[in-house]
Structure formats: structure tokens, C-alpha cells
């Protein structure tokens, strides 16, 4: 008579997860195989467990599967059997070790208990009880286990691996610690045909540079890709990603995040969100193509940015640096802008904008061929408008203060531009009030340069520092609207008036 007990490879990951296979079972007619004594160094009857008692040395086998133990209970009638003391079964590629089994030949259940131990190739399985059912090709362990091999240890209370479907499940505190990360859950399905591991709930995988929080999702360890969904979290460094959404290549280190995303840089206090991002982990550079917009952090204040295209990265020295295009949109609570392209630069806290560039401080609208907006502290500081600067303050109706300059740089006191420095070429455009703020005259000068001092934003006084030729004309002796300076052109239309604005106001 032969005992037959088969154990199996188990893999999880790219580790292997045990299971007993089924050999070698007789039809239904005939029963299944025989459980055969190879040896002992005694053998007697137990009239109470109605058994034949085995002991010392016992070997028996089933089929190809040998098993060895110092004593066994053999229940020929049912052929089953219980073994107890230095357990030790194998077959052609598997061993394993418990400190007592019982095994039902006929409905094919076995069950290990006591200091488990499964054995594959370089694989190791460890619990203190393990079930399997051969009909059904379905291993469980209930108490507790852990996976070892040369890539990871894998821990849970449950662990259930079903042959048939190839899907292994792994239940309550669940903890797969690899040479370079560690996922922790509470539940885990593995297909072992596909290496394809599934996440079921709240799941968090760490690795030395980045972290990684999902509730669903799944990886292929293959090829390294994956899929993170339901409220997904990933960190590296500084930057966070959330999302429903990110597909995400762990090799390459690329990902795109899909539906909405959030990506943040803690250490600089910046924010993008959108509906569409593409993520590259070198050089920390995210790519935004959808509903896109940057939230920036100035003074207390958020400064939202909207482009087609927002592009972040770092330079060579690791700063974060921002790029914007086309169709720029800026609002901040006293400073909105439009241009065709811009960047950003935390190296030296400064804001370029490019083509055709415009910006609103309160009633003031700024041009420039450039325009440069320099921050210090995180406070706005001032502003330089390079080549054909121009100044524009609706003074009232179609009155329009107005001043020109080769170049232009503008200061901010808390918040509000207090003074403007014009250098080269400056001519300006100044209506005059008496005390009950009505108006009295225009004062049109040139002068190379001056500097212009505000007052509750409106232009206070005008102080010309070479060369000046200013000529003051009365209310009443003016046509007012042929006092215009070259390249005068009033763009309110544009200004963005909300944070929602930045995505509905269309530049041309």
C-alpha cells in the first residue's frame, strides 16, 4: 500500500506560491490510490484509533510522493493517515516539513501543522497550518505565513491559491518586503499565468526614493508596467501626484495620469492640476496637455496659471524651473496677465513672460516686447518691462494716462506697485485734478528718463531727470483723444477676472 502526497511551487510576484497538484488519482469506479508502508521499525494495531501504528524511521508513499515521519496512525480501512514527528514529504521537485500531518487519501485533504515548512527550488514556505484541497486544486493557510525567496518575503494571515483559475489571494496584513520596495495591504490577488498582481484594497508600496498609496490598480511584474486607480498617491521627493488614474512604468520611470490629477511640490508651495499628464521620474518632469493650470503661492496669495501646455522640471543644479504655451493666462488677486509663452524659474525666483505679453496691477495695464516679474522672499518685488514698455491707467471714460519707455521697472510695496523707473526714450501722458478730483488739464512731456511715484494706483507725480520737454494744456483747450502715444492699444477684454477666467478668455 502507497501513500500519495503531492506538494506544489506557489508563485506570487515573480516569486513562486506552493500548491499541491493532483497525480494520479483512479476513476470514480476503483477509488483512488492505495496508500503503501515502505518501512518502519515497528508496527502494531491501535484498537482504539482503529489503526495500525507505525514507529521509528516510517517511510510511506503515493505515487511519486514520498513521505517520511517518526511514527504514523495508518487508517487502511479509510486510507488516511495521521503523521506526527520530523514530517518530511517529497517528490520530484518539491519537499516539505511539518511537525505532523493529516491526510485523507480518498477526498484528497491534507492538512500540515507545527513549524510548516515548504520547499521549491530556492523558495521557502513557512506557517503553522496549511489546508489543501486536491479535488478542488485549492490551498489555504489561515494562522498566518510567510514567502521567502532570494527577491522577497511575503507575509499575511490568509493565503488562498485556487489552480484552476491561477489566481492566488492573500488577505489581512499583507506584506510583500522585495530587495527595493515594500507593499503593504490588506488584500493582494496574484495570477500566477500572467504575473499579474491585483489591488483590492488601500494599498501602499515604498520604495527608497518614492511612495506609492492606491485602493485599486494592478502590476505586471514582467514588464514592470502598472495600472493605479481609486485615489491614487505618488511621492517622490518633494512632488506628489493624486489621481484616479496613473498608468505607470516602473523601469522607464514614466507615467500618465488621466481624469484629474494634482501634482504638487511641497518645498516650493506650487500645485498643477488638470485632466491629462505625462510624468517622467528623471529629472522630476510632468507635462500637462489638458485643463492644465499652475497654483503658485505668492505672498499668502495663490497666483493661478492656465497654457495649452505646462511643462515642469528641474535644472542642472536640481532647481524647479516652469514653461507655459501658448495662450497664457495669469490671475492673482492684484495681478493678471496674458502672453504666448513663459517660464518660470525658482533659481532666481523669476517670472519671464514672451509675445506679446500684457499685465494688469490693479488699474494699471503693463506692456512690453518682454516682461520679467522678480519675486524675493516669496513676495512680488518688481517687474521690468524690456522694449517698447508702455503704462496704460484709465484715468476716465476714454482718458487714458499713458507711459512709454525703452524700458520700464516697476516696484511693489505690500503687494501694489508704489514706483516706476523709465530709462530711454520716455514720454508720458499725465491728466491732471484739482482737489475735488476734477479734471484740470494734460500734461504730455518727454524726457529720457523719470520716475513715476503712485498713490492708491493712479500715478501721483511724475519727477523727470534729464532733458525734460513738457508742455501742460487745459481741460478745455485739448482733444482728448488725439493725445494717444505710439503703440497705445488698451487690451481690457483680455484681462482674466476670476481663477475660472484663466480657461475661458481666448487671446488673439
Not at 484594497?201 to 514592470?224: H, L, M
Not at 521627493?237 to 511641497?266: C, E, M, P, V
Not at 520700464?408 to 530711454?424: A, Q, S, Y
Amino acid at each position: 500500500m502507497k501513500v500519495h502526497l503531492i506538494f506544489f511551487p506557489i508563485p506570487v510576484f515573480s516569486f513562486i506560491l506552493f500548491f499541491f497538484t493532483g497525480n494520479q488519482t483512479l476513476s470514480a469506479q476503483t477509488g483512488a490510490q492505495k496508500i503503501e508502508i515502505i518501512r518502519a521499525d515497528a508496527l502494531k494495531m491501535d484498537t482504539l484509533h482503529k489503526a495500525r501504528k507505525l514507529v521509528g524511521n516510517v517511510i510511506l508513499r503515493q505515487g511519486d510522493v514520498t513521505m517520511e515521519c517518526d511514527s504514523a496512525l495508518f487508517y487502511n480501512m479509510v486510507n488516511a493517515l495521521d503523521a506526527y514527528g520530523n514530517v518530511h514529504i517529497h517528490d520530484p521537485s518539491t519537499k516539505a516539513y511539518a511537525d505532523s500531518l493529516n491526510y485523507n487519501g480518498e477526498n484528497k485533504i491534507a492538512t500540515l501543522r507545527g513549524r510548516v515548512r515548504v520547499l521549491q527550488d530556492s523558495v521557502t514556505l513557512e506557517t503553522n497550518y496549511l489546508t489543501y484541497h486536491m479535488e478542488f486544486k485549492n490551498a489555504t493557510y489561515f494562522n498566518g505565513g510567510k514567502i521567502v525567496s532570494p527577491d522577497a518575503t511575503i507575509t499575511s494571515v490568509r493565503g488562498n491559491y485556487d489552480t484552476q483559475s491561477e489566481n492566488a489571494f492573500f488577505s489581512r496584513e499583507v506584506k510583500v518586503v522585495g530587495t527595493d520596495y515594500t507593499i503593504e495591504t490588506d488584500t493582494l490577488r496574484y495570477n500566477t499565468a500572467q504575473k499579474i498582481s491585483y489591488f483590492l484594497a488601500p494599498t501602499f508600496i515604498t520604495r527608497p526614493d518614492e511612495k506609492i498609496y492606491c485602493e485599486s490598480g494592478w502590476y505586471d511584474s514582467q514588464s514592470g508596467k502598472s495600472v493605479f486607480g481609486k485615489n491614487t498617491v505618488f511621492e517622490s521627493g518633494s512632488q506628489r501626484i493624486n489621481t484616479d488614474s496613473l498608468h505607470y512604468d516602473s523601469n522607464s520611470g514614466a507615467g500618465k495620469a488621466f481624469l484629474y490629477f494634482s501634482w504638487t511640490d511641497t518645498a516650493q508651495q506650487t500645485q498643477l492640476i488638470g485632466k491629462r499628464a505625462d510624468y517622467f521620474k528623471e529629472g522630476q518632469r510632468i507635462i500637462a496637455t489638458d485643463s492644465a493650470s499652475l497654483i503658485y503661492m505668492i505672498d499668502n496669495d495663490s497666483l493661478f496659471l492656465s497654457a495649452d501646455t505646462l511643462k515642469s522640471g528641474q535644472d542642472s543644479l536640481g532647481n524647479t524651473e516652469f514653461f507655459a504655451f501658448p495662450s497664457v493666462r495669469i490671475f492673482r488677486t492684484n495681478l493678471q496677465g496674458v502672453c504666448d509663452s513663459l517660464a518660470f524659474s525658482f533659481s532666481d525666483s523669476t517670472i519671464r513672460m514672451y509675445q506679446q505679453p500684457i499685465l494688469w496691477n490693479d488699474g494699471n495695464q503693463l506692456t512690453g516686447d518682454t516682461i520679467i516679474i522678480l519675486m524675493h522672499d516669496g513676495k512680488l518685488d518688481k517687474l521690468e518691462l524690456f522694449d517698447n514698455g508702455f503704462i496704460v491707467n484709465k484715468a476716465h471714460l476714454e482718458l487714458y494716462n499713458q507711459i512709454k519707455g525703452r524700458r520700464i521697472t516697476g516696484f511693489f510695496l505690500e503687494k501694489k506697485l508704489d514706483k516706476m523707473l523709465v530709462e530711454g526714450n520716455g514720454e508720458s501722458i499725465y491728466y491732471g485734478k484739482d482737489d475735488n478730483g476734477l479734471f484740470i488739464g494734460v500734461n504730455k512731456a518727454e524726457c529720457s528718463n523719470m520716475w513715476i511715484y503712485m498713490k492708491n494706483q493712479e500715478v501721483q507725480r511724475i519727477v523727470f531727470l534729464t532733458n525734460p520737454d513738457a508742455v501742460f494744456h487745459p481741460i478745455t483747450q485739448v482733444n482728448t483723444k488725439e493725445l494717444i502715444l505710439k503703440g497705445f492699444s488698451w487690451r481690457e477684454s483680455l484681462r482674466p477676472l476670476s481663477k475660472q477666467d484663466i480657461f475661458s478668455k481666448e487671446l488673439d
